[in-house]
């Protein structure tokens, strides 16, 4: 079993930035998918970034929305990955989720991830 739990959030005035981090716990992969998904209350959930890793690779992929504006980054030491978001808008505010999965493709799609954090708001104010 894996556990994620995540930290960070809170509020912040539109152009700002907030940092969120997700660390792992339990059983270690040589290769998985990190990924960040948020929600928005009676929207469907929407993939922001992921992370592939393995022993001879590392991708990042972005969603469209967010790319130029958030970096995901991993520090393997502390088995953490983070999502740095600048030049917030409002319409970023939403619940946050970190994921995780085995290595593979079709990483946007949610139902594809085994376990997820606890998820952590995030609201910007306009």
């Known amino acids: 079993q894996v556990q994620l739990v995540q930290s960070g959030g809170g509020l912040v005035q539109a152009g700002g930035s907030l940092r969120l981090s997700c660390a792992a716990s339990?059983?270690?992969?040589?290769?998985?998918?990190m990924g960040w998904f948020r929600q928005v209350p009676g929207k469907e959930r929407e993939f922001v970034a992921a992370?592939?890793?393995?022993?001879?690779?590392?991708?990042?992929d972005y969603a469209d929305s967010v790319k130029g504006r958030f970096t995901m980054a991993r520090d393997n030491a502390k088995n953490t990955v983070y999502l740095q978001m600048n030049s917030l808008k409002p319409e970023d505010t939403a619940v946050y989720y970190c994921?995780?999965?085995?290595?593979?493709?079709?990483?946007?799609?949610?139902?594809?991830?085994?376990?997820w954090g606890q998820g952590t708001q995030v609201t910007v104010s306009s």
């Open positions: 339990g059983r270690t992969f040589s290769s998985y998918v």
């Open positions: 994921a995780g999965r085995n290595y593979g493709l079709n990483v946007a799609d949610g139902k594809s991830y085994d376990y």
């Open positions: 992370l592939r890793w393995s022993m001879t690779t590392s991708t990042i």
